[in-house]
């Protein structure tokens, strides 16, 4: 796979994660209109922000790639402890499970993000 295809692969993925996200959302605050309106908003915004960093990464923004590794490690490690502060501390709940699921899934999407912008590819790619 070459590094294009997996900066592509890479934010098609983000791409179902705000989607996911937002599915979790919604049935964490219930389906009335405000709450739709807020979760249509975050949803466009979030795939509006995917799509201007997918496109800095192939068009090989150095900075972009700098700063996603950063946040990737950041988001990694604060999801991993909210993660397991939740499961260890948190009440049980219907609304606290899909909250900790999508915290899971964004942990592993920033776990994958750092993989591959460091891939031996990808960084020949940047090169």
Do not use: D, N
Request: with cysteine; proline share 1%; glycine share 10%.
């Amino acid at each position: 796979m070459t590094a294009r295809q997996k900066i592509e692969s890479l934010t098609s993925s983000w791409y179902g994660f705000a989607v996911f996200t937002a599915l979790c959302a919604l049935f964490r605050r219930g389906f009335g209109p405000f709450s739709l309106i807020w979760t249509m908003g975050s949803l466009i915004f979030s795939l509006t922000l995917i799509f201007f960093v997918g496109r800095r990464l192939l068009a090989k923004g150095h900075l972009t790639r700098a700063i996603l590794l950063v946040w990737s490690t950041v988001g990694a490690l604060a999801g991993g402890f909210g993660v397991g502060k939740t499961v260890l501390f948190g009440e049980w709940s219907f609304s606290m499970i899909l909250t900790t699921a999508a915290i899971a899934v964004g942990v592993y999407m920033h776990a994958r993000s750092f993989r591959v912008l460091t891939s031996e590819s990808v960084r020949s790619y940047f090169a």
